[in-house]
């Protein structure tokens, strides 16, 4: 997993490197801005080639530069202006057609912009105030680096807007100026990059979006700054990749349908199977050796014929005329009896049930009658097994936080924005703009696994701990995604991968599989049963067949 940091913690290991290891920061400014320039280089290079190309398909060399390409840097008067200033230089030297921009108030710089500003004086490299006219191959932009946390306002507002206009292939220094390096804000405007260089690890708001959208392709490149620099303060963000999905645990050649665990799905009420199937199937296309449903009678055909590879176990609930009659205020049901007593007579083995599995889902379809209350109620005190609870669960614990802090198992929670607003009280736009942190509160508050889900989904540990999932896609946005979603958690669950680990795993591979799957439907098309068929092709990829031989 990639090490994601903020603006106080990546400027802490500047600190740290400089202070107490002794590397100079003029290193790792150069370091920085070779790495950018090489970038740059690599891409005209490449671009050059192209257009260069011969009839018998052999592009000639060419002296880097020779065609005098053109380069546009635009700095501001920190250190990210710095490390653009030395990009604009080093292009310079290497023969190419560079103009540099800064604020006319050069005397208000840092010390190592400063340097650097005199280094171009001296070989004679001229700085302009305002972005010149016509286009360049390249724009780079180092107005601002990680601590903007204002909106951009005046000259710096025009230079964005004006490099935004140019029609070269764009580079951002570090992150996108404009872009909040904790939260993906854009604060008023930012730079729209195609690629984004940035130094030591990537800060959380190049994955978050908007600013996701505004950093285009990123490269995280070494300039000196790694773990050591931490000190004593370890990372706790990180970003998860596709090829993390190898820790997902590998099946012994000898094992059975017992050596895969046993997941209780409580899904579905009348009219609502569909739910319920795609959270079983996803386990059962997961790896797990064997799935059980509770859900409403009427269901049963409609799984048996969907599903027949699971086991069923189901209640009758009340009508609607029943549920309506029943007396919240007094805590009797219509009959007189204590409230909940009918419920608890309609699945009396519940208690015996919950004994039998390895990982338990409840909530997909499920309803938020008096029935899957019960339910989520009672399994929260009496399961021993991790449990994963989405949808209706959720929308029921929004008016019970309580069971969630008495909960006996260990809990996952997997809420998408509007089930989150409704669990914390808190308005959608408030939590999208701290979407790391309102997943980190909640888990800690309540002593669960927060999966946050949005365009970029959130796994928050207890133990502070959080995980940003860089697969996925817009086709996700679609009914019955979030139910396969819990499938998947359960399986890696009850296959001994521990609810920590699950966790962001379930949601890579939850992304990788509607990523596979896109590329055949497109964004418009993608169901929820096609991210299910998109969990097989991403397991062989990194768990390909062997027979009890060896042999693939």
């Given at each position: ?6 603006s ?7 600190r ?8 100079p ?9 070779l ?10 290079g ?21 065609g ?15 490390d653009?200033?030395?990009?604009g230089?080093?292009?310079?030297q290497r ?11 050069l ?16 070989y004679?490299i ?23 946390t ?13 490099m ?6 764009k580079v ?25 260089v ?23 490149k ?25 820790q ?34 996803a386990?059962?296309?997961t790896?797990a050796?064997?799935?059980k449903?509770l859900t409403?009678?009427?269901?049963r ?26 007396d ?12 909940g ?13 919950l ?7 409840i ?20 399961a ?7 949808a ?6 929004s008016?019970h936080?309580?069971w ?18 409704r ?9 999208k703009?701290q ?6 509160s909640?888990?800690?508050e ?12 959130v ?6 701990e ?6 996925g ?6 009914a ?20 920590a ?18 590329r055949q ?9 096609d ?22």
């Open positions: 997993m990639e090490i994601l940091v903020g106080q913690q990546m400027k802490q290991c500047d740290n490197t400089i202070e107490h290891f002794g590397m920061s003029l290193v790792l400014m150069e370091r920085a801005a790495s950018v320039a090489e970038e740059i280089e690599a891409y005209l490449k671009r050059r080639r192209a257009s260069c190309l011969q009839e018998d398909g052999e592009a000639p060399w060419e002296e880097p530069g020779g005098k390409e053109s380069v546009l840097v635009v700095c501001g008067l920190g250190n990210n202006g710095g653009g200033a030395a990009v230089r080093m292009l310079w023969g190419y057609a560079v103009s540099v921009v800064m604020p006319p108030d005397e208000k710089a840092s010390q190592e912009t400063g340097a650097q500003i005199k280094i171009l004086e001296n004679g001229p700085i302009l105030h305002e972005i010149p006219g016509g286009e360049f191959q390249v724009v780079v932009d180092a107005l601002f680096g990680i601590g903007l204002r909106d951009l306002e005046g000259k710096y507002l025009e230079y964005v807007a004006a935004n206009a140019k029609a070269g292939w951002a220094v570090d992150i996108p100026s404009g872009v909040h390096a904790d939260t993906g804000k854009v604060m008023g405007a930012a730079f729209k990059a195609d690629v984004t940035t130094f030591a690890f990537a800060k959380s708001g190049l994955m978050l979006f908007p600013g996701a959208g505004c950093a285009g392709k990123v490269l995280v070494d300039i000196g700054i790694d773990r050591h620099s931490f000190l004593q303060s370890p990372p706790q963000a990180y970003c998860v990749k596709e090829q993390d999905l190898r997902i645990p590998r099946r012994r050649k000898d094992t059975n349908k017992g050596s895969y665990g046993k997941i209780l799905v409580v899904a579905g009420r009348k009219n609502m199977a569909g739910a319920a199937f795609l959270s079983a199937k386990s059962y296309r790896g050796g064997l799935v449903i409403e009678e009427s269901n055909m409609i799984l048996q014929q969907l599903l027949p590879e699971a086991i069923l176990a189901t209640y009758e609930m009340l009508d609607e005329e029943e549920e309506e009659l029943n919240v205020d007094s805590g009797l049901n219509a009959s007189g009896a204590p409230k007593e009918y419920v608890e007579n309609l699945i009396p083995n519940l208690p015996q049930m004994k039998w599995p390895s990982a338990i889902t909530g997909p379809g499920l309803g938020t009658g008096e029935e899957a209350k019960f339910l989520v109620e009672s399994i929260l005190k009496a021993s097994v991790p449990v994963v609870l989405d209706d669960a959720l929308n029921i614990l008016d936080l309580d969630l802090k008495e909960a006996k198992p260990p809990v996952i929670v997997t809420p998408h924005l509007g089930e989150m607003a669990l914390t009280q808190t308005p959608i736009p408030d939590l703009n979407l790391l942190q309102a997943a980190q909640f888990a800690e309540y002593h669960v696994i927060c999966i946050l889900k949005d365009s970029r989904t796994t928050a540990l207890p133990t502070q959080v995980y940003v999932n860089a697969t896609n817009n086709g996700m946005a679609t019955g995604s979030g139910d396969v979603l819990t499938g998947i958690l359960a399986a890696l669950i009850a296959q001994g991968m521990p609810p680990k699950a966790a962001p795993i379930g949601v890579c591979l939850h992304g990788a599989a509607a990523d596979w799957q896109v439907t497109g964004p418009h098309a993608l169901m929820a049963q991210i299910l068929e998109g969990i097989s092709p991403v397991l062989k990829k990194y768990f390909p067949f062997q027979s009890l031989t060896g042999e693939s």
